[in-house]
């Protein structure tokens, strides 16, 4: 159940009705209904299952080969299943994940955040996010042999980019998923990407999560910035991301750390461009819907942004998604 502030509005309201022009602030953030924990995990969950895509494939027969609803052609040898150790024959069940906007991205908090090889994490471009796994009987199957994925590259970028490598995903933290480049043996779940004039061919030997990406690079000087969010919110409920202009739909980062004394998200790892054209987003969960709020700004050494709640608007995820896609 929501929690409701209402009572303590009421409580302070003959103080208010005596106070500056501030009031009809302050009683906005008091009144807010913000959502616990479990209500903005629910909502970002649904959101993961609405871009889930199910098959049924038999093992144990030769190649599987199965086309999702982008077009990526998703290819694994049934003979090299196994359960347990043991060979896998019958049905089984594959559940396949595609994202190529940020709009989906965000609602399903998936940010395009890769690890740099000191540890820090940086904007990346993406030519897909993808989640493979198989199942028999809900008992998690592992593949011996390559999965191949042959991804259609107009879905994120009108041309080939030949700068384009493999990623997986790391979601040891499962709040913030990040991108790492793996070992070279299919065993670490390596990976590799190919070209064609139209597509790239994905070839890597781990269910889970994979991503084709390239850093995002710009020579500027680079600085930390910070966000607040209105009362109520933290890191247990809301986030805070960061879509930079004129670079297409397919990257998203993300404020990963949040400050409990001051109250603050930030891109911890000072990795945003100094004069960057941005949109920073706030993001939370209400009612079943989603509450947020979208925000031009062209990024200073060491800014702090704040969001309030009359900045938010609330809709369904479907006009979420819209609304962050329609950012340029």
Request: net charge negative; proline share 4%.
């Amino acid at each position: 159940m929501k929690r409701n502030f209402k009572t303590i509005g009421l409580l302070f309201f003959g103080i208010m009705t005596m106070t500056s022009c501030s009031t009809d602030s302050i009683v906005e953030e008091i009144t807010n209904y913000a959502p616990s924990a479990s209500e903005w995990n629910d909502v970002r969950e649904a959101a993961l299952e609405n871009q889930t895509q199910t098959f049924t494939a038999t093992a144990g027969t030769g190649m599987i080969n199965l086309t999702s609803s982008h077009g990526v052609q998703i290819s694994l040898n049934g003979n090299d299943l196994t359960k347990n150790g043991n060979p896998v024959t019958g049905s089984i069940d594959i559940k396949f994940i595609e994202l190529f906007d940020k709009g989906t991205m965000l609602v399903t908090n998936k940010p395009t955040m890769g690890v740099m090889p000191d540890g820090n994490k940086s904007i990346l471009i993406s030519g897909g996010e993808f989640y493979i796994n198989a199942t028999q009987g809900g008992v998690q199957l592992a593949i011996t042999s390559n999965i191949q994925l042959d991804v259609p590259n107009n879905l994120t970028t009108p041309l080939i980019d030949t700068g384009m490598t493999f990623w997986a995903g790391n979601v040891a933290d499962e709040d913030n998923l990040a991108w790492e480049k793996p070992a070279a043996a299919p065993v670490d779940h390596g990976g590799a990407v190919g070209f064609t004039q139209s597509s790239y061919n994905v070839s890597f030997g781990n269910f889970g999560w994979t991503n084709i990406d390239r850093f995002y690079s710009d020579p500027r000087p680079k600085t930390q910035i910070l966000a607040t969010v209105p009362f109520g919110y933290n890191n247990t409920n809301s986030a805070v991301y960061l879509s930079v202009d004129g670079e297409g739909q397919n990257q998203l980062a993300k404020f990963d750390t949040y400050n409990a004394t001051t109250q603050q998200f930030s891109e911890h790892y000072g990795q945003i461009p100094i004069g960057l054209q941005c949109h920073l987003i706030f993001a939370t969960e209400d009612n079943g819907q989603w509450r947020y709020a979208i925000k031009s700004v062209t990024t200073t050494a060491n800014a702090v942004y704040a969001f309030t709640l009359s900045e938010t608007v609330v809709g369904s995820e479907a006009q979420m998604i819209a609304a962050i896609n329609a950012i340029q």
